[in-house]
């Protein structure tokens, strides 16, 4: 991988360049770029979540109801959980302690960032949680199942939108050697498949 291309991008520049039939050497650093602000702003869409399995610490999460079953992480889907606490006391002056672990457990493998707690969440005002969560991200092993597991989809997606793109800033003149701003608006861009690949990775608040 290019050292410009961000870690947690959902594609590559050799990918993108093969696909529109670029050498290697062609458009790099704004193709990368472009690759970056897809990323970002398809991440963004989905509720700012990470694709890429990353290691979060103390994310908390709000209590609004004590007879509340479950707590969605902000990102899915759960590897594993190293801590689950909750708090009580004062936000000023908080009180956190670790769950039994026999009050809690991950629903459906993790894949939807979801636990079910067993019992009320009375006195109780947020629980914080440590986890590991997202997808492995090997372009060099896409083939494998265990090395690589981001879905086929949002790649597609990250490379069609980088395509598109990439083609518009041909069309208009623009130098292979640059790219205008690190930001995309992809409402002109998404068609109705497209947003509906969106839709099945979009991360919203529920509260039950």
């Not at 518009?168 to 205008?180: A, I, L, P, V």
Request: proline share 3%.
């Amino acid at each position: 991988m290019n050292q410009i291309e961000i870690a947690y991008a959902l594609t590559t520049v050799d990918r993108v360049q093969t696909r529109i039939g670029l050498g290697t050497a062609v458009g790099t650093p704004v193709l990368a770029a472009i690759i970056a602000a897809v990323t970002d702003r398809i991440e963004g869409e989905c509720g700012g979540r990470r694709f890429l399995r990353t290691t979060y610490t103390n994310e908390i999460i709000t209590i609004f109801n004590q007879n509340q079953k479950y707590l969605n992480v902000k990102n899915t889907p759960i590897e594993s959980v190293s801590s689950l606490q909750y708090r009580t006391g004062l936000k000023s002056a908080p009180n956190y302690t670790d769950f039994n672990n026999d009050d809690w457990e991950i629903v459906n493998d993790g894949k939807e960032g979801m636990i079910r707690v067993y019992g009320l969440f009375a006195d109780i005002n947020a629980v914080r949680i440590s986890y590991v969560a997202g997808y492995k991200i090997d372009f060099t092993n896409t083939g494998s199942p265990t090395a690589h597991t981001l879905p086929a989809d949002i790649t597609d997606l990250a490379e069609r939108l980088t395509v598109k793109i990439w083609k518009r800033r041909e069309r208009e003149g623009n130098s292979t050697e640059s790219f205008e701003g690190n930001t995309v608006t992809l409402d002109k861009l998404l068609n109705d498949d497209d947003k509906e690949i969106l839709s099945r990775y979009k991360r919203l608040p529920q509260f039950i």
